[in-house]
């Protein structure tokens, strides 16, 4: 039987194989740890919708809901798969979106989106964090650190406990400074190939400020700086108002009324 200290080591020797086995690079060159395949990050983003939309009231009215739905399928379409867009009837400022092809939106978030193009970067923004792949990367991280690299890497297959566990750290952990980051600058790019103006991207950021009077609401809680953030999307437009303008010429003009 083997020691206690030789135990350890190839416990210690077993969750570092884990580890780099379970790396995987963002859309730009961001190292993460994915834990769980997509077929179970889907399984955990529909079972944290479905929450959401039992604790949180649907929106009633047809117009709200004909304005969102427009501007999300424009920008659902450049990424291709089957969306579900729900409308909540609620005052916070926020958005969201969910692997498994979820999306929600606030109705408290049409107040400071000032047009289309504003809400077109909004959901942008929230879509990119599922095509980056930084939900399985936090839903990864917290499961490892609770149960152990090596016992969740070696499972053949997720319980329905593990998978209730995901979706529940769906809704309750904060994407990472870079992860925020990063779904600026890939949601900045998708508004501009969908035919939204990214010129937007960051007049809605500071519309976003003055609606909380200078302390971010939920959905910038954990973003890097408004000014940074600002600086960033605005320093991204020479590459991305070319984006825009063929997208336009294409017959990329969306004409959603709120």
Known sequence: MASWPHRRTIVLTVTLIALISACATSPTGRRQLRLVSDAEMSQMGIAAFQSMKKETPPSSNARVNRYVQCVAGAITREVGGNWEVQIFDSKDINAFALPGGKIGVYTGLLK???NQDQLGAVIGHEVSHV??????????????AQLGVSVLSSATGMSPDMIGMGANLLLLLPYSRGDESEADVLGQQLMARAGFDPREAPKLWQNMMKASNGAPPELLSTHPSPSTRIQDLNANLPRLMPVYEQARAAGKRPDCRP
Do not use: F
């Open 112 to 114: 400071v989106t000032a």
């Open 131 to 144: 095509l980056a792949g930084h939900s399985a990367a936090r839903v990864s991280n917290e499961m490892a």
